[in-house]
């Protein structure tokens, strides 16, 4: 069953706790991508990574950080640095970063800080 | 900057009905425009992708049609079902060397019986 995903769904953070989110691919793509969806406002891009050991920030990428050590995963670490933690997380992947590749998300992660 | 904006925010639809979909943008280089469909909760899911060359693009009950001279484009869903509740999303992504997207902030649809 090809597809991507993430994990946990729900996760609660308390104030000044760096927390990962994971996020899994088995569609052998090499672009891969993290978003922020608040309400009210379109996808924001945090940070996207073209290749294996490879990433660039995006828009809204302070506060943040990830890895890429392997073609299948790219987690995302959420850091005590980010002042507005509390949204919603998509992690999405493409063939490669054209502007013409479909990007396939992943069902999210929702994460608030208490 | 690159833009894209939607309306309605939200719209309210009774079962079987049809509804259009509104999205402008000021993307440029344009490569190409893109509706998804996000259920509550769920990610993204892609449903046309359009290029400069196409104005239309049917993929079952939903039919996009895209503008490029005047920015504009729009997604008709006919014989609405419940199912089609959800936010629909546009999205439009400039040409470079690499991907480059804009995404829309969305319309709310609600199919009710």
């Known amino acids: 069953d090809g597809g991507i995903t993430q994990s946990p769904k729900y996760l609660f953070r308390k104030e000044g706790q760096n927390v990962t989110l994971s996020c899994e691919q088995n569609l052998n793509h090499d672009a891969m991508y993290w978003y922020r969806q608040d309400p009210g406002q379109g996808l924001r891009l945090i940070y996207y990574?073209?290749?294996?050991?490879?990433?660039q920030k995006g828009d809204i990428a302070e506060g943040y950080s990830v890895s890429r050590e392997k073609k299948e995963s790219f987690p995302l670490t959420v850091t005590s640095a980010q002042k507005n933690p509390t949204a919603f997380y998509l992690c999405?992947?493409?063939?490669?970063?054209?502007?013409?590749?479909?990007?396939?998300f992943g069902p999210g992660t929702r994460l608030t800080v208490l | 900057k690159n833009q894209v904006e939607q309306s309605p925010q939200s719209l309210i639809i009774l079962e079987g009905k049809n509804c259009t979909l509104q999205?402008?943008?000021?993307?440029?280089?344009?490569?190409?425009l893109r509706w998804y469909k996000q259920d509550t909760g769920r990610g993204p899911v892609s449903l046309t992708i359009?290029?400069?060359?196409?104005n239309t693009k049917s993929n079952g009950r939903y039919t996009a049609t895209l503008d490029a001279d005047t920015k504009q484009s729009s997604l008709h869903i006919t014989a609405s079902q419940l199912s089609d509740s959800a936010s629909y999303i546009c999205?439009?992504?400039?040409?470079?060397?690499?991907?480059?997207?804009?995404f829309g902030t969305g319309t709310k649809l609600q199919v009710i019986p």
């Open positions: 359009m290029t400069f060359s196409e």
């Open positions: 990574s073209q290749i294996v050991n490879d990433f």
């Open positions: 999405a992947s493409s063939i490669d970063t054209r502007a013409t590749d479909t990007q396939y």
């Open positions: 999205c402008n943008y000021t993307v440029s280089p344009f490569s190409n």
């Open positions: 999205v439009v992504s400039a040409r470079g060397g690499y991907q480059k997207v804009t």
